[in-house]
């Protein structure tokens, strides 16, 4: 075989690996393991060998699909028996993220060498560039254009794709959350209740519930102003936040009302925690002249009962507490 065909079987099976069928590992038997330097983008220069080739790599990795190619000329001129040079200007055809790309006349040259003549031809050097009045002083590689159309649609499709999750958790926050106190509303707590009497059903875990009611708050919005009373419902919420555990399911229940739902805890903790947050609510200011109290009813899961019968006996006990003076705790009669 003569030299310039032996070359130009080498160059082509190259393409054919490199462009057509972005085979890495195919690429490697065309290559030489002294190639040096690989396309002239800014971070596309390496003076070490392994470096060059992992840039080859980073090629195929960052547009990977097949890509037709169609050479417009094509020469193969042979220096001497241990190395030549096939130069030429090619059209480019793929597609990416359903977007047909096309680019003309991209013009490229490969060196070719070997130690001896018993030895197969390899590839020393690639450079492959556009017109440098397409791209300024940062000429593209063998498929820059490729790597950087497909670079932007990746990271378009990523902000687009966190906008849409951030826009579905705003979206099912606001369908959970109390729009005044920024706490679980009623559907939620619904919800979880459900689950808290499935695990007791199923696994026996007990819990308890906690309802807590703002005292004499009609008379707040009467004397002070709805606005006023809302803040208070506000600042009432935050301190509850910041007292609960962090496995407790704080809601606003409705109104003037909260509730907590206390998983694996017995009547007496949920006692000891009810009167802490009374107490804490009255040592509080709330910028009034009048003392800002609350009332709160607590119960414990029982067997047989449904979500109905806790939420019953809690309120019930919260009524007691309204009854026997305010600003009180009152739990189960046994």
Same mark, same amino acid.
């Given at each position: 075989?003569?030299?310039?065909?032996?070359?130009?079987?080498?160059?082509?099976?190259?393409?054919?690996?490199?462009?057509?069928?972005?085979?890495? &590992?195919?690429?490697?038997?065309?290559?030489?393991?002294?190639?040096?330097? %690989?396309?002239?983008?800014?971070?596309?220069?390496?003076?070490?060998?392994?470096?060059?080739?992992?840039?080859?790599?980073? &090629?195929?990795?960052?547009?990977?699909?097949? %890509?037709?190619?169609?050479?417009?000329?094509?020469?193969?001129? *042979?220096?001497?028996?241990?190395?030549?040079?096939?130069? $030429? %200007?090619?059209?480019?055809?793929?597609? #990416?993220?359903?977007?047909?790309?096309?680019?003309?006349?991209?013009?490229?040259?490969?060196?070719?060498?070997?130690?001896?003549?018993?030895?197969?031809?390899?590839?020393?050097? *690639?450079?492959?560039?556009?017109?440098?009045?397409?791209?300024?002083?940062?000429?593209?590689?063998?498929?820059?254009?490729?790597?950087?159309?497909?670079?932007? +649609?990746?990271?378009?499709?990523?902000?687009?794709?966190?906008?849409?999750?951030?826009?579905?958790?705003?979206?099912?926050?606001?369908?959970?959350?109390?729009?005044?106190?920024?706490?679980? =509303?009623? *559907?939620?707590?619904?919800?979880?209740?459900?689950?808290?009497?499935?695990?007791?059903?199923?696994?026996?875990?007990?819990?308890?519930?906690? +309802?807590?009611?703002?005292?004499?708050?009609?008379?707040?919005?009467?004397?002070?102003?709805?606005?006023? $009373?809302?803040?208070?419902?506000?600042?009432?919420?935050?301190?509850?936040?910041?007292?609960?555990?962090?496995?407790?399911?704080?809601?606003?229940?409705? $109104?003037?009302?909260?509730?907590?739902?206390?998983? =694996?805890?017995?009547?007496?903790?949920?006692?000891?925690?009810?009167?802490?947050?009374?107490?804490? #609510?009255?040592?509080?200011?709330?910028?009034?002249? &009048?003392?800002?109290? #609350?009332? #709160?009813?607590?119960?414990?899961?029982?067997?047989?009962?449904?979500? *109905?019968?806790?939420?019953?006996?809690?309120?019930?006990?919260?009524?007691?507490?309204?009854?026997?003076?305010?600003?009180?705790?009152?739990?189960?009669?046994?």
């Amino acid at each position: 075989m003569l030299l310039k065909e032996e070359v130009m079987k080498t160059c082509d099976e190259y393409f054919e690996a490199y462009l057509k069928e972005r085979n890495f &590992d195919k690429m490697l038997e065309y290559i030489s393991p002294e190639m040096k330097g %690989i396309g002239s983008g800014e971070d596309e220069f390496s003076k070490e060998s392994l470096n060059s080739i992992m840039l080859l790599k980073r &090629d195929i990795e960052q547009a990977p699909n097949e %890509i037709k190619y169609f050479f417009r000329e094509y020469e193969v001129d *042979v220096f001497n028996s241990l190395s030549a040079i096939v130069f $030429g %200007i090619m059209d480019l055809e793929t597609e #990416i993220l359903d977007q047909k790309i096309f680019m003309a006349n991209l013009r490229f040259s490969i060196s070719f060498s070997r130690k001896k003549d018993t030895e197969s031809f390899l590839i020393r050097h *690639v450079h492959m560039s556009f017109p440098s009045q397409e791209h300024g002083s940062d000429e593209s590689y063998p498929l820059k254009e490729l790597e950087e159309r497909n670079r932007i +649609l990746n990271k378009l499709v990523e902000e687009k794709t966190q906008e849409l999750e951030k826009l579905l958790e705003q979206t099912k926050n606001l369908a959970i959350t109390d729009k005044l106190t920024a706490l679980y =509303n009623r *559907v939620e707590i619904d919800k979880r209740l459900e689950e808290a009497m499935e695990n007791y059903n199923r696994y026996k875990l007990a819990f308890s519930v906690l +309802l807590i009611d703002v005292d004499y708050f009609k008379k707040i919005n009467d004397k002070y102003g709805h606005q006023i $009373g809302d803040v208070c419902l506000q600042k009432t919420a935050g301190i509850l936040r910041e007292r609960v555990r962090r496995n407790d399911v704080l809601g606003r229940w409705g $109104g003037e009302e909260f509730i907590i739902i206390c998983p =694996n805890t017995a009547l007496s903790e949920a006692y000891l925690l009810a009167d802490s947050i009374r107490k804490i #609510i009255e040592e509080k200011v709330f910028d009034m002249e &009048d003392p800002y109290t #609350i009332s #709160i009813g607590v119960t414990s899961v029982r067997e047989n009962d449904a979500v *109905v019968d806790i939420i019953k006996r809690t309120d019930e006990n919260l009524y007691r507490a309204k009854a026997n003076g305010r600003n009180r705790v009152e739990a189960d009669l046994r």
